[in-house]
């Protein structure tokens, strides 16, 4: 498995591979404004992990603090993708849903 994509505050925009270059600035802007830079790059990792095994405890832990970077809410990870959806141009949208339909489970 691949390691969780660092969000240590460097700024850092995700990259996501094959969009666009209008979609990549809408990606950066988003991330710039509504999300946090580089967070659509770790709901796509968590969103990865979730599919491998949905009834891990890391998802519905009675003791969960909420934190995004600890205890993420699945329900704010598909958010997350939905807003990313949601903006991105057409073309770069479909690709974006065929990607996540490809992990084996569309969150949107």
Known sequence: MKARPANDGSGEISQLPGLSPRGRAVLAGLESTR??????????????????DPRARRWDRPDCCGEWHCCPDIGEVCMVLRVVVH???????RRFRSALGALGGDPL
Request: glycine share 4%.
């Open 35 to 52: 999300l946090l830079p580089g967070q659509v790059q770790e709901a796509l990792w968590y969103w990865r992990v979730y599919l491998r």
């Open 87 to 93: 903006h991105l141009p057409r073309r770069d949208a």
